[in-house]
């Protein structure tokens, strides 16, 4: 039978709601993550996926936001860009490198007692794939065989999303278990490639107005829909730094449901967003 594997267990993919796919909540204070969190939970929040990777993660301090909040809460494992890797990956081989990973969401997380859910966010250089970074690509399509689990790929604005597919689909990989994430930072005919490998489009910086301003990522996200794509897009923010919190001036895990959530019904009908909010997240989550 499918699950979603939460920090808390595994639990039927019908349980889970509306799902931000892509988060950093361990990395900041926990009580000003716990408020922003309830603020999330107020609107209807159900699941929020931290894509933290494993050597920034708090296990600890994750499980407890779960326990605090009753969100549901799935974890990363992974490796992000090559200049953050650890010594240990730098140094094995691939097999080694996914066996790390298939520990992690078989077993349990490394200083945790609960199981990862998703591989990722595995980081990627947006100037080329480093030959470590592809080392662990394709460490990650090997957990990936091994688990089931759906594997999430950071990219700047997508660059190197189309070579990831390329190394994942030789290592077997079906691309539909595949998310292509900041894409919304990207052109439409790019992103229609990525689409039409079969991937999932994460539409995930929502609210970084630096980035890219939510009137273009509303835009690019309405153009894809009329492409066909509406099953594979996810939406979050990537909130990954203290400034980005609402207590902090910025604009918070609120601000998908509340802000650019309203903006979309404007355009689309109330089905199709709540495939990006809830349907979309649980089948790329699911195994």
């Known amino acids: 039978m499918a699950k979603v594997r939460t920090v808390m267990g595994d639990v ?43 050597e920034g993660r708090r296990p600890i301090m994750l499980k407890r936001l779960a326990e605090e909040t009753g969100l549901h809460v799935v974890s990363g494992t992974g490796f992000y860009r090559e200049e953050q ?35 990722g966010e595995i980081g990627i250089s947006e100037f080329g794939t480093t030959a470590q ?29 189309l070579h990831a597919l390329d190394v994942l689909e030789e290592e077997g990989v079906d691309l539909k278990r595949v998310i292509i994430d900041h894409i919304d930072l990207d052109h439409v005919e790019h992103l229609r490639f990525i ?14 107005a630096r980035y890219r301003d939510d009137a273009l990522r509303l835009e690019v996200l309405c153009a894809m829909v009329n492409a066909g794509f509406e099953d594979q897009i996810v ?32 355009r689309l009908p109330e089905a199709t967003i709540e495939k990006f909010l809830i349907h979309n997240p649980r089948n790329i989550l699911a195994f």
Not at 86 to 112: F, H, T, W, Y
Not at 139 to 158: D, F, R
Request: proline share 2%.
């Open 12 to 54: 039927d993919p019908k349980e889970i709601g509306i799902t931000l796919i892509h988060e950093h909540t361990c990395g900041i204070d926990f009580d000003l993550q716990l408020g922003e969190l309830i603020s999330y939970q107020k609107q209807a929040g159900d699941c929020v996926v931290d894509q933290t990777t494993t």
């Open 85 to 119: 890797h650890p010594d240990r990956v730098l140094k094995s081989n691939i097999n080694g490198v996914a066996q790390i990973m298939i520990r992690e969401i078989e077993e349990a997380v490394e200083g945790g007692d609960f199981r990862a859910g998703i591989i």
């Open 133 to 161: 970074e592809e080392k662990v690509l394709r460490a990650s399509a090997k957990a990936h065989l091994e688990t089931g689990v759906a594997i999430s790929i950071h990219t700047m604005g997508g660059a190197e999303g």
């Open 195 to 208: 689409g039409e490998r079969g991937a999932f489009l994460g539409f995930d910086t929502i609210g970084k």
């Open 235 to 266: 939406l979050s923010h990537d909130i990954s730094k203290v400034d980005y919190l609402k207590a902090k001036g910025g604009h918070g895990y609120v601000h998908l449901l509340g802000t650019f959530v309203p903006r979309l019904r404007e």
